[in-house]
């Protein structure tokens, strides 16, 4: 027992090295530590969203106009795993280390109880419209238009230095076409940041973008919100539809295909049926009738066939009637026509 209790005090001795100074965590570390700790014990589902380009005035604005909406989370990402991996070491809610994924790159958080799928569409919307910065990918392609600038003769050189067709015109230089400056996906230079700036021309909407949701510890794409019920319900009724054809290849009867089972087994039974002149009921009666006089269960003529018939009927009839007048001209008033009058009176 003395051993035992000499060994237990010789583990609790704790080294300290000449100069180690004790690691003290900044207060404010805690706050924050203590905050995002909260948030999770309160919210289950979150939009994570990039925050490239997007300024702090921007993001203060949203702040305020989704306060009673969200709750906007951002921070250091090694500080914010650090929490969540304490949290979920703490509660055991292993499902949030799915957010391990997500944490990095320009990011945030914006936690919530309603519906994630129209507050996606609101906080998207909100975009602010900002010139031009040297070195930043451009999001689409920019094109000058052709017209005035109203800029000095004196600065035709940056227009020369892009070649840009220019003409000074009423102390102005004007751009004689539409020339595109910026590339969809190549960094914005310096001289075109310069020039749209110079022209006042402000390219590039930026907003927050949601990449990810997270809901119930899974986290899935932002995409499959634009998913309507209506491509869901074609994409089932396209699986039954195959599932239905599938099994009735095989002749395995599933509640998919019991329609066309039963359809393909009344015809079977029409079929041996037809063979046996004394076995009769009401369907077989009709098909052996349909059968021995199809003609008489032809549908009528539509509008078109109509038309077609009795405009064929009328033209023998005007062929002969046509016929008639042609008969009596040459006649010559042989039967006491017109022509007879003339000659008797010319006699």
């Known amino acids: 027992m ?4 000499e060994e237990e005090e010789v583990f609790e001795i704790n080294i300290k090295l000449e100069g180690q100074k004790e690691k003290k965590i900044p207060q404010r570390k805690l706050d924050y530590a203590n905050k995002v700790r909260e948030i999770l014990d309160e ?6 969203v990039t925050i490239d380009n997007v300024g702090s005035k921007q993001i203060l604005d949203m702040r305020k106009d989704f306060r009673d909406r969200g709750l906007f989370l951002f921070g250091k990402n090694t500080l914010i795993r650090r929490v969540i991996r304490d949290y979920v070491r703490d509660t055991r809610n292993a499902n949030l280390m799915n957010l391990m994924e997500v944490v990095k790159g320009n990011m945030g958080f914006i936690f919530t109880k309603e519906d994630v799928a129209p507050l996606r569409k609101e906080i998207e919307g909100r975009k602010k419209q900002c010139a031009a910065k040297a070195g930043v990918p451009s999001p689409v392609d920019v094109i000058i238009p052709a017209g005035p600038t109203g800029m000095e003769p004196t600065q035709t050189a940056m227009f020369q230095a892009m070649d840009i067709p220019t003409r000074i015109n009423r102390g102005q230089i004007d751009i004689e076409e539409p020339v595109q400056v910026v590339f969809k996906g190549q960094p914005v230079g310096a001289s075109q940041a310069e020039l749209l700036i110079q022209l006042g021309i402000k390219p590039f909407y930026y907003g927050m973008i949601v990449t990810k949701i997270y809901e119930n510890g899974e986290v ?44 393909r087994a ?4 029409l079929a041996v049926s037809l063979d046996f002149g004394t076995y009769t009921w009401e369907g077989l009666d009709m098909v052996r009738e349909v059968l021995k006089n199809p003609g008489a269960f032809a549908g009528p003529a539509t509008g078109g066939d109509a038309a077609d018939a009795g405009a064929a009927a009328a033209e023998p009839e005007k062929e002969s009637s046509s016929e008639q007048e042609s008969s009596a001209a040459g006649g010559g008033g042989l039967f006491g026509g017109d022509d007879s009058d003339s000659d008797d009176s010319s006699s």
């Open 2 to 5: 003395a051993d035992t209790k």
């Open 266 to 269: 009344y015809k079977e039974a």
């Open 43 to 48: 919210y289950d589902k979150c939009l994570i």
């Open 220 to 263: 899935i794409d932002a995409s499959v919100l634009d998913i309507t019920p209506e491509e869901i319900a074609g994409s089932f009724y396209s699986g039954v539809q195959k599932v239905s054809a599938l099994c009735y290849e095989l002749d395995y009867p599933t509640i998919c295909n019991v329609p066309q089972t039963l359809i």
